[in-house]
């Protein structure tokens, strides 16, 4: 299994570009969540996933767009870049019960 | 709501020492708790968690938690720091009544970087 992964790893955008990040797990994984990591903040979640068709917001979840067509695949859409969007972005995907396993990350530059 | 707070974003050790990183949380009900370490430029890995049962949790590496509900805490533990240890560390809850939709919400604490010395 190659677990969740994560494209591209690294992104730098100009503001009020638009763009889509990858995210793909493996596992069958019911559950999926894209989390913003920024310092000393720890990781804030945008928005989440309880299944194909099925997604909800998070703590921070203006500016972003999700939706999930499939069980494996979670992208997450940059609508209009801004500075403030500038973060490490971590997808993560666990089945119902279990604890979250995270992907790689993408970090992200915006100009 | 939850919330989780880290005492000490920096903690510093000497090789050989004992590792204390602290975690408390504020939740109206007992929560899940978990530990998270992340390595320089890599995802975050699962430590160690407490779900139910036994307050004293062992994890990967030699780490361990212990969730103490009168103290709202769960505070990580590790005997001897190796060079290895050094990385951010998280805390992390999940409210375990908020029904099936919980199971894809962890509310993370702000990190500790912990340093090992020689």
């Known amino acids: 299994n190659a677990g969740v992964t994560q494209t591209p790893k690294f992104q730098v955008l100009k503001t009020g570009q638009s763009m889509t990040l990858q995210c793909a797990q493996d596992?069958?994984?019911?559950?999926m969540s894209w989390y913003r990591q920024d310092p000393g903040m720890g990781l804030r979640l945008i928005h989440y996933s309880v299944g194909a068709g099925i997604t909800d917001q998070g703590e921070v979840p203006n500016g972003y767009n999700v939706s999930r067509s499939t069980t494996e695949d979670f992208p997450l859409r940059l609508l209009s870049a801004a500075p403030s969007q500038t973060s490490v972005y971590f997808c993560?995907?666990?089945?119902?019960?279990?604890?979250?396993?995270f992907g790689p990350g993408t970090r992200l530059t915006v100009l | 709501a939850q919330s989780v707070t880290q005492l000490g974003s920096h903690v510093s050790v000497s090789e050989g020492a004992l590792v204390l990183l602290r975690c408390n949380y504020s939740?109206?009900?007992?929560?899940?708790l978990f530990w998270y370490v992340q390595y320089p430029n890599q995802g975050l890995q699962l430590l160690l968690k407490?779900?139910?049962?036994?307050?004293l949790v062992k994890g990967i590496n030699g780490f361990e938690a212990e969730f103490k509900k009168s103290e709202t805490s769960f505070h990580l533990t590790k005997p001897s720091a190796h060079m290895s240890d050094a990385a951010e560390y998280f805390c992390?809850?999940?409210?375990?009544?908020?029904?099936?939709?919980?199971?894809?919400?962890?509310?993370f604490g702000q990190g500790t970087i912990l340093t090992v010395h020689p």
């Open positions: 407490y779900t139910t049962g036994a307050t």
């Open positions: 993560a995907s666990n089945p119902r019960g279990s604890e979250q396993f």
């Open positions: 992390a809850v999940r409210n375990p009544n908020a029904g099936g939709t919980s199971y894809g919400k962890l509310t």
């Open positions: 596992m069958n994984h019911e559950y």
């Open positions: 939740s109206s009900v007992p929560p899940y």
